[in-house]
């Protein structure tokens, strides 16, 4: 990464961090993280958001943090014009991780969305486990309208998310803050310490984790339209 900072003639302060990441999908995950998701669209890069002191974008496999040092005098046109000229001197542009493309779109919230790989970013969404229970390959969240939460995690094989689904079901059973524990030899039904209910299965490659309020209907009708969504289970022999 990099970091500068700036001054205009009027005395307006920004500060300019670029991060290099490894590959467009961890930028695309951290992008995902630092956007405020009440913020403006720009048309720049692949994907930019303008808040009221901040902005970040995202091309390939770079992220850009322009940040207003002066909160309550940041010229938002500063920060969309460091932004342009930035863009301009970084490479080619990158796809979304084609796990998004897997959610359900009716109700989705976009700017809701979270991809992330790893137990630590998982937990800052929402913290199922200290321990790395899920050990998923890759995941994606997203917020629907009817105040649902979804997640997908994902697996380099069938066999494996099966696995993991087995160890999460046992490990929901030992914590203290989940409750109510159903399990019908293919749904999961938990609800956590704060009341808040969770429909879970495993379908091929994929755990399939809804989170929200207690309503059944709602909870299993959103849990089947992602089902949908799914590339198909292999066949059994």
Not at 83 to 95: I, Q
């Amino acid at each position: 990464m990099i970091v500068q900072d700036y001054r205009n003639d009027a005395g307006s302060r920004l500060s300019l961090e670029i991060f290099e990441m490894q590959f467009p999908e961890s930028a695309y995950g951290m992008f995902t993280f630092k956007s405020s998701p009440r913020g403006e669209a720009v048309i720049l890069g692949d994907e930019c958001r303008l808040a009221e002191y901040y902005l970040n974008l995202r091309k390939g496999r770079y992220l850009v943090t322009i940040t207003g040092l002066d909160q309550d005098s940041t010229p938002r046109d500063g920060l969309v014009s460091l932004a342009g000229l930035v863009e301009k001197k970084l490479g080619g542009g990158g796809e979304p991780p084609s796990l998004i493309s897997l959610l359900p779109e009716e109700g989705l919230n976009p700017q809701s969305l979270k991809f992330f790989k790893g137990p630590l970013a998982l937990y800052n969404i929402y913290p199922f486990f200290r321990d790395d229970v899920f050990a998923f390959q890759a995941g994606i969240k997203g917020d629907y309208a009817n105040r649902y939460s979804l997640f997908l995690f994902e697996y380099s094989a069938e066999e494996t998310g099966g696995g993991r689904f087995s160890e999460t079901r046992v490990k929901f059973s030992s914590e203290p803050k989940y409750g109510h524990i159903r399990w019908d030899g293919e749904l999961l039904r938990v609800r956590d310490d704060k009341g808040r209910a969770m429909l879970a299965r495993h379908f091929g490659r994929f755990i399939i984790l809804v989170l929200g309020e207690d309503n059944r209907e709602t909870a299993e009708a959103l849990l089947a339209r992602a089902e949908k969504r799914l590339p198909a289970q292999k066949e059994e022999r």
